[in-house]
């Protein structure tokens, strides 16, 4: 078994006894660290950046260097998927990322295949490696896709934030259409996951950004239904050690017993539920990440501390609880605020743990 020096996050995500609650950020390798910037100026560009492994190397590694965060996750663009399916990714200037090709015609839903990761998806399998080895056992690796609905979405509308009527269009008038590219979605995250898996990370959560846009139903046929797929499909065991893994649906809340009710190892929380309800709901058969404001890192560290403790008191007694953020930090975060986000974790936790 490979040993690690910290697996705190890992066995919060198990739900086994830990010293403190771990910690760390989605996006923590992102604008708001100048460091990040400048290897991005370096790169050309931000797809510069996520293909080529030595710039995805150095960026996952800028934040551990900064902060004593628990784990590392793979620097990465849940857009690499489709992006490998031939849709020809894009980003535009100050409009984030958009498709060439989105998918509106029955034959171009028809003739979606199966990607394999070992084709156009090798860039990011060799930056899981290299940063795995450049890790050296510090803290866990955390490998990541999008949901396939959430893939879709871009897929279908062609970028992203949109008001998502072409995909409901087609969900409600033509969903065999819809669920053949979920499907065929979800049959490539299986694949992307465990080719991360295998190359080295140590955990994969599965990011369902735009679930909380599905109506009660919908969000069951369209959304959790292909994330349920994707869990059974995972590799559970590698290196000795049980992979875990989280889904998170932004939006969420309101349906964390059937989230909860997949097989999942842990629940991402988005800052709008209270992390002791959702523990109270559903804390018997999985952990939860979550959830703090990030907006709230914008604040003073006073603030900062007083809304950690807030949490972490609401989520109470016992290990279970992956500390993060609700959502990705923004880019307007001073770097100092984050770190006092991380401190205040680990010295206001310790007493929930003994």
């Known amino acids: 078994m490979s040993h690690l ?4 996050f890992l066995r919060a995500l ?4 830990t010293e403190y609650t771990p910690v760390w950020m989605m996006r923590q390798a992102g604008r708001y660290l100048p460091e990040y910037n400048q290897t991005r100026k370096r790169a050309g560009s931000f797809l510069g950046l996520c293909k080529n492994p030595d710039y995805a190397t150095e960026v996952t590694l800028q934040p551990l260097a900064r902060f004593p965060l628990d784990a590392a996750i793979l620097f990465s663009d849940i857009l690499t998927v489709p992006d490998a399916m031939g849709l020809g990714l894009y980003f535009a200037e100050g409009e984030g990322p958009k498709f ?6 029955e034959w171009e839903i028809r003739d979606l295949t199966v990607t394999d990761p070992a084709g156009n998806l090798s860039y990011v399998i060799d930056a899981v490696s290299q940063i795995r080895k450049a890790l050296d056992g510090s803290v866990p690796l955390i490998g990541f896709s999008g949901s396939p609905w959430t893939l879709a979405t871009y897929m279908i509308e062609g970028q992203g934030g949109t008001d998502f009527l072409k995909i409901k269009q087609m969900a409600y008038a033509r ?6 590219v979920l499907d065929v979605t979800a049959q490539s995250v299986i694949l992307y996951l465990n080719a991360q898996i295998e190359a080295g990370a140590q955990a994969v959560m599965i990011f369902d950004s735009w679930g909380g846009a599905l109506s009660h139903a919908a969000y069951r046929e369209f959304s ?8 059974a499909g995972l590799t559970k065991e590698r290196e000795g050690r049980r992979v875990p893994n989280i889904v998170f649906t932004k939006g969420g809340a309101l349906w964390l017993e059937a989230q909860a009710a997949i097989g999942a190892d842990a629940l991402g929380l988005d800052w709008t539920v209270d992390i002791g309800d959702a523990r109270r709901r559903v804390g018997e058969k999985v952990a939860l990440q979550g959830n703090l404001d990030p907006a709230i890192l914008l604040s003073t560290p006073e603030a900062i501390e007083k809304e950690v403790g807030n949490i972490l008191a609401s989520y109470g007694k016992g290990s279970g609880h992956v500390f993060n953020l609700g959502h990705g930090i923004t880019q307007f975060t001073p770097p100092e605020n984050a770190g006092a986000m991380i401190e205040a974790v680990h010295h206001l936790s310790k007493k929930y743990h003994q």
């Open 14 to 17: 198990l739900r086994q006894p």
């Open 100 to 105: 060439e090709r989105p998918l509106r015609e």
């Open 5 to 8: 020096k910290n697996d705190t």
């Open 224 to 231: 959790l239904q292909y994330m349920q797929k994707i869990v």
């Open 175 to 180: 969903p065999d259409l819809l669920h053949h």
